[in-house]
C-alpha cells in the first residue's frame, strides 16, 4: 500500500467559530491533495450547531427542559418552555438569514416583535437615552438594516446557547467548549471522568454527526485538529465514537492546543482515544505518519509524533526538514458548506465585528514571527520560532486560486505578525494583477509603517489591522522586549487610520513589576489614543507566564518567582502561576480597564477623568494631557 492509498479526514471539532471554517484543515488538506493524497474535510462545530438548533434538535432541548428538576430550572429555561412554539418558528428562518439566504427578514426581526426576547436582549438596556429613543439608533443610524437585524439575531442565538448550557451541559459555549477540562490541566483526570459519563443531548448529536462523516467519507485517517482548550473535549468525544464505531480507523490529534500545552505528553490514557499525537506544522510528520500506516516507514521513523506502546508514552522524532512554506501549497476549503456559516454581529464596535462577521478566506503570509523576542509569547516554539515567508508572486496566486474556488475575495491573514517588507510586495504585487480583494491582519505597530506604506496597504485592499500596544508603558514595553514606544505606536496607528484602516490594539495588564500606576497611565494612553483618532477598538486581557516564553524560562530577570508546577503532572504544561512582589490589585485594575475601554470604544466618556473608570482608589495619571497630540505632531 502507498499512502497516495489512503483516504483521509481532517476534522473541525466543536468549538471554534461559527462565521468562516478554522483554516487549520483547509490548510492541510490541500497540503495532502498536492501530494495526491485523497484527502476531505468536515466541519463538526458548525453541523453540531445547525444540528441543535434545528426543529428536531430544539425538540429534544425542550425534553431536556421539561425533564430538568425543579431546583435546577432557571429563567432562561422557563423561557424557552413558555415561547418553545415561536422559537421554534422562527429560528429556522434566523439561521436562514444570518447565513444571508433570507436578507428581506431583517425588517420583521427590527420590528423587536418577531423574535422572542430572552435575557440576553437586556444588554440593549446598557443603549438606551433619553426616553422613547431607540436604543440602537447610535449604533445603527435609520440605514442600517442589516447589521441592526443581524445583531438582534445573533442576541436570540445567544438565548438558545444559554437554555443549552442550563438544561444540558454548563460547560457550553458558541466559541469554546468545555475549556477548563484542558486548559493547563496537568493531569487527564478532568477529561477522563466527563468523557466517561453517559452521553448527553450534545454529546448524542456530535456522536451521530461524526458517524455520518465516517459513512460519507470512509477515511483511513482521521485527522482532529485542536487549535485551543475549548475544543478538546468534543475532539475527544469525536475520537471516542470513531473508536467504537471502526477501531480500525487511524485518529492522529494535533493543532495549537497541542502544540503549545503537550509538548511533555506522558499520559497513556489520552492514547484510548486517539493513536497518535503530532506537534508543530503538520505537514512533515502526516507524510511520515501516513507513510507509516502504509507500511512504508517504521514507527522509529516517525516526526515529532507521540504515541503508545505498553501503556507508555513514546516521542519518536526522526530529524527531518520540514516542508518549505512556499512549498505547502495552496488551502481549500472544498467540501466544506461556506453558504451556511452564520455571519453574527457580537459586538457593535466595527473593528471587533471582524472577527466573528463574514466568512473570510484565512491565509498565512509567513510562517513565524520575524521578531521573535517579546518576553510574554512562545519564543521558543516552532509556531514563533521558524520564521519562513512565502514570495508575493506566490501569496497572490494563492489567493487568486483561493478566489475562483470560493467566489469570495475577503481575506484575514492569520500571521503571528505580517512583516512589513512582505506585507510591501504583496501590496504592489496584488496592484500590479489588479487583483481586488479586501484584507486585514495582524502586524507589529513599528516605524517602518510609514504613511506611505499605510496608503499602499489601504489602496492594495486592507480594511484593517491588529497590533500588540500591550502595556502602554515605555518602561514596561522595554522590559518585555516589544521593540517599540508609546508615541511609536501612537504615529504608526495614526498613519493607519488616516488612510482609513481600522485599528484594533491588543491590551496587556497584569505583567511582571506593573504598578497601580502603570495601569492608570496605561489607560490614560489608550484614552489619547481613542480622542486622537489613532484606533478603534481594543481588548484588555491578563498577562499569563507560560513555559515557553522568556518569563517562564527566566523568571528571576522580571522579577518574579514561579510557583511549582504539579511534580505529577502527565498531561497539559503551559500557563504557569507566578509570585510579583509588586503589590498591584490587578483584579480591581482590571474591571476599570475594560470597562473604560468598553465605553471608549463607544465614544463614551473620553472625556472623563480616568480615574472614575476604576472600582478602586487609584492615583491620578502621570501621562501628560497633550502626549499623544504632540507625539503625532512630531516625526522619529
Known sequence: MSPA???VLAVIPPMTQLNTPYPSTAYLTGFLRSRQIDAQQVDLALTLVLELFSPTGLAQIREAVQALPDDRRTPQTAWFDAEFDTLAAVT???LRFLQGQDPTLAHRINTRRFLPEGA???SLDHYIGEEGEDPLAWAFGALGLQDRARHLATLFLNDLADVLRD????????VRYAEKLAAAQAHFDPLAEALAEPPHLIDRTLQRLTLQALEQHNPDVVLLSVPFPGSVYAALRIAQAIKAARPEVVCVLGGGYVNTELR???????FDFVDYVTLDAGERPLLALLEHVAGKRSKTRLVRTFWREEG???????VEPDIPFDEVGTPTWDGLPLDRYLS???MLNPMNRLWSDGRWNKLTIAHGCYWKKCSFCDVSLDYISRYEAASAEVLVDRIEAIVRETGQTGFHFVDEAAPPKALKALAEELLRRNVAISWWGNIRFEKTFTPELCQLLADSGCIAISGGLEVASDRLLKLMKKGVSVEQVARVTKAFADAGVLVHAYLMYGFPTQTTQDTVDALEYVRQLFEHGCIHSGFFHRFACTVHSPVGMNPAEYGVTLQPLPADGRFAKNDIAFIDPTPTDHDGLGQGL???LYNFMHGIGIDSDIRSWFPVRVPKTTVPRRFVERALSTRS
Do not use: C, H, I, Q
Open 92 to 94: 429556522p428562518r434566523v
Open 167 to 174: 438544561a444540558v451541559d454548563e460547560r457550553f459555549e458558541f
Open 264 to 270: 511533555e505528553l506522558a499520559e497513556p490514557r489520552l
Open 344 to 346: 453574527l454581529l457580537d
Open 5 to 7: 492509498s489512503l483516504r
Open 312 to 318: 507508555t508514552v513514546r516521542y519518536t522524532n526522526f
Open 594 to 596: 475594560k470597562k473604560g
Open 120 to 122: 440576553r436582549f437586556a
